[in-house]
């Protein structure tokens, strides 16, 4: 089993296990490795050190619960961005200067932007903050 330190094109970093390198060669190629939080399939491999068990023996850590709890509030602030915004999809750099601009009423909105958008946003002095949200809550927060 090989262990990799995975990276999207959005700087989002994250585990893969594979079966062999040929495997993640492979997957790598047909573009079968996606990013867990945006869904990108630009993926890199990232440097990483070699995992070793050289005893058979294992540390157990325990972190009473504490992942889990910031893991179910993370998932309470996602449920109520979602509930509190319109979902504008792709347009979202657009409509973020229509309201910006008094084109139309001011609401809160959520969607897709590529760096360079929220730059160019950004340099109009539109605020906007990146939530990257994985592909699954944004689809039901149930």
């Known amino acids: 089993m090989k262990v990799y330190d ?14 062999s390198e040929d495997d993640f060669l492979t997957q790598s190629s047909q573009d079968l490795i996606a990013c ?44 109520k961005v979602v509930a509190n915004t319109v979902d504008v999809g792709n347009q979202f750099a657009e409509e973020a200067r229509r309201i910006h601009y008094k084109e139309v009423p001011e609401q809160a909105i959520r969607g897709v932007a590529t760096a360079e958008e ?9 605020d906007v ?13 149930q």
């Not at 939080?37 to 157990?60: D, E, F, M, V, Y």
């Not at 903050?129 to 927060?141: D, E, G, I, S």
Request: charged share 20%; with cysteine.
């Open 6 to 19: 995975l990276c999207c094109e959005l700087e989002h970093r994250f585990e893969g296990w594979f079966a």
């Open 36 to 79: 867990p939080l945006c869904g990108n399939h630009q993926i890199k491999r990232l440097p990483s050190s070699p995992r070793l068990n050289l005893s058979g023996a294992t540390a157990r850590v325990s972190d009473n619960g504490a992942a889990a709890r910031l893991q179910e509030q993370l998932l309470e602030y996602a449920r």
């Open 118 to 126: 929220c730059t160019a946003l950004a340099e109009e002095g539109i």
């Open 129 to 141: 903050m990146a939530l990257p949200l994985p592909v699954p809550v944004k689809q039901t927060l």
